[in-house]
């Protein structure tokens, strides 16, 4: 059973610029989690989501970011017109339906960085 | 608002000592507490949680965690450490109930450097 997927890994974006982050959960997964890790800091909450529905968002800042969990395919967080302060580590989680208790299994997070 | 606390930036231990990496909550209601660790360049990977039960949890990798209630803590622990432990720990919790149940909210992490 693979894990959480993102892609790409690295991403290098200029100001201005979109960026858009996918994250495959694992199979039979329906729940996705984003998280921001800013350098030499620790995960902050972005949004939770499950398919077609955004469950709570109260993470995300009010302005540029956006996230979906489609039906049929991989959850995207879209940050419109990047700014260097959106530099950071950006990870995935994912977890099964009807475990409010269990653990979240994260993916290898994608890496963007703003020039 | 639910938050956690690790008092050290930094642990540094011989191999073969006991290790504890501290950690202390704050949540509304009954907590769901978890430990991760993360390598450089890598993600989370899940070491133990508490949901409810004994309150001595034994998870991955000989790691293991104490649940305190009336301390709101919930330190992690090994016997003996291993040089291959080194790595950025970090406790995290979530409320049992309430709307924002699915929000893991992480504390700054520990650093944890095993000494040969």
């Known amino acids: 059973n693979a894990g959480v997927m993102q892609n790409p890994r690295h991403l290098v974006r200029r100001r201005g610029q979109e960026a858009r982050l996918r994250c495959s959960p694992m199979k039979g997964h329906s729940h996705v989690y984003w998280y921001r890790q800013l350098p030499e800091e620790g995960l902050k909450f972005m949004v939770y989501l499950q398919k077609e529905n955004i469950i709570d968002e109260s993470g995300m800042p009010k302005e540029r970011f956006s996230a979906e969990f489609p039906k049929e395919g991989p959850s995207i967080l879209r940050i419109q017109q990047v700014v260097r302060g959106d530099s950071a580590a950006y990870f995935c989680?994912?977890?099964?339906?009807?475990?409010?208790?269990?653990?979240?299994?994260f993916g290898p997070g994608t890496r963007l960085t703003v020039l | 608002a639910q938050s956690v606390a690790q008092p050290e930036d930094q642990v540094n231990v011989a191999e073969g000592n006991p290790l504890t990496v501290k950690c202390t909550y704050s949540?509304?209601?009954?907590?769901?507490l978890f430990w991760y660790v993360q390598y450089p360049n890598r993600g989370l990977q899940f070491l133990l949680k508490?949901?409810?039960?004994?309150?001595l949890v034994k998870g991955s990798y000989g790691f293991e965690a104490e649940f305190n209630k009336s301390q709101t803590s919930f330190h992690l622990k090994k016997p003996s450490a291993l040089v291959s432990d080194s790595a950025l720990y970090f406790c995290?919790?979530?409320?049992?109930?309430?709307?924002?149940?699915?929000?893991?909210?992480f504390g700054q992490g520990t650093i944890l450097t095993v000494h040969p």
């Open positions: 995290a919790v979530r409320s049992a109930g309430g709307t924002s149940y699915g929000k893991l909210t």
């Open positions: 949540v509304s209601g009954n907590p769901y």
């Open positions: 508490y949901i409810t039960g004994d309150n």
């Open positions: 989680a994912s977890s099964p339906p009807g475990t409010r208790g269990g653990e979240q299994f």
